[in-house]
């Protein structure tokens, strides 16, 4: 099946810094990627839409200032949080579809990214 | 904006038994339904797909039903495993300008045990 891979798995950083998340298909072409975000015991939070070649599409309350969202390319989009907090601490799952060679509606979630802001 | 129940945090059975699992949303009318699982530090796993003209969809041990009336999907695992245990999650499909968004549960953590 197709493979979403998320670089680095785990990420510890001091308040203020930024920290870059990486996203990449490995066997197929996303023409869109996901980005999620998991607080323990909750529910997968969509934070926004990411198609290659244009702009990211934030969910309501999610900062577009705050996480930066490129997709260069079809198989890599990247998570930037700026200016890390304490409170942005929390996991990052990020998903791609393949709507050329499977079901158009099928989500391929990556591994998962856990940050921790000290 | 769209609310998803997931019947309850944690469902324990013993091995062999049917494990039901509920999920119940308002304010929504998707195009489709997913049940994913997830490990604990893991990403999510596809595990089905249902569009809203679908009452039930099958895949080995797992059933999974759709109501758009009732607004409920029922997900089943028959002859249930240890192997099981696991969180699964119930995940709402968007229609026209959120075509392909998925919109989450919590998730009911399930425990099959021996």
């Known amino acids: 099946g197709a493979v979403v891979s998320q670089h680095p798995s785990r990420v510890i950083c001091k308040s203020g810094t930024s920290v870059k998340i990486e996203c990449r298909s490995l066997?197929?072409?996303?023409?869109?990627m996901f980005w999620y975000r998991q607080f323990p015991k909750q529910s997968l939070m969509l934070m926004a839409t990411?198609?290659?070649?244009?702009?990211?599409?934030?969910e309501q309350g999610v900062e577009k200032d705050k996480f930066l969202i490129n997709h260069a390319s079809l198989t890599l989009s990247t998570l930037t949080v700026t200016s890390a907090h304490p409170e942005d601490s929390s996991f990052y799952i990020c998903?791609?579809?393949?709507?050329?060679?499977?079901?158009?509606?099928?989500?391929?979630f990556g591994p998962g990214t856990r940050l921790t802001v000290l | 904006s769209q609310k998803i129940e997931q019947n309850s945090e944690a469902l324990n059975i013993q091995e062999g038994k049917t494990a039901t699992l509920t999920c119940n949303y308002t304010?929504?009318?998707?195009?489709?339904l997913q049940w994913y699982r997830q490990d604990p530090g893991r990403g999510p796993v596809f595990l089905l797909l249902?569009?809203?003209?679908?009452k039930e969809k099958r895949k080995e041990r797992l059933k999974v039903t759709f109501d758009t009336t009732l607004k409920q999907s029922l997900f089943h695992i028959t002859a249930s495993q240890p192997a099981d245990s696991a969180t699964y999650l119930c995940a709402l499909g968007g229609r026209g300008s959120t075509l392909g968004r998925l919109y989450f549960g919590r998730g009911t953590q399930l425990t099959v045990w021996p």
């Open positions: 990411s198609n290659e070649g244009s702009k990211a599409t934030y």
């Open positions: 066997d197929f072409q996303a023409t869109t």
């Open positions: 249902i569009r809203e003209n679908e």
């Open positions: 998903s791609a579809r393949d709507g050329i060679t499977s079901d158009y509606n099928e989500q391929f």
């Open positions: 304010n929504y009318s998707p195009a489709y």
